[in-house]
């Protein structure tokens, strides 16, 4: 059974940075994705960025281009969420996700296998 587990979420203040973590167990990679996607009280679920596990080719939401930086390690089967200059509208529960084949999409739907979710929360 795949498993998809985060951590790293936290309180932090604006300007803060933040690194998230998602590794995942039982699942062999190959030409997939994995994203983040993030929900903030009262928002429909959002993609923020994915990385495709055989190249590292990368895409990001526009608002968190230049702040946000996705990566993997491979052996780990991790990605990793690098977050800087965070801002209050960052706060969310944000999730990693697992698509099957070779293309980034957004749309949720598209992603077949979800972590719980770790909490940012950020503080003006």
């Known amino acids: 059974q795949v498993q998809l587990v985060e951590s790293g979420g936290g309180l932090v203040q604006a300007g803060d940075s933040l690194t998230l973590s998602c590794a995942a167990s039982?699942?062999?990679?190959?030409?997939?994705?994995m994203g983040w996607f993030r929900q903030a009280p009262g928002k429909e679920r959002e993609f923020v960025t994915a990385?495709?596990?055989?190249?590292?080719?990368?895409d990001y939401r526009d608002s968190v281009k230049g702040r946000f930086r996705i990566s993997r390690d491979r052996p780990r089967r991790t990605v990793y969420l690098q977050m800087n200059s965070l801002k209050s509208e960052d706060t969310a529960v944000y999730f990693c996700?697992?698509?099957?084949?070779?293309?980034?999409?957004?749309?949720?739907?598209?992603?077949?296998?979800w972590g719980q979710g770790t909490q940012v929360t950020v503080t003006s």
């Open positions: 996700a697992i698509k099957r084949g070779n293309f980034i999409t957004m749309p949720e739907a598209d992603y077949e296998y």
């Open positions: 990385i495709r596990w055989r190249d590292g080719t990368t």
């Open positions: 039982e699942f062999t990679f190959g030409s997939d994705v």
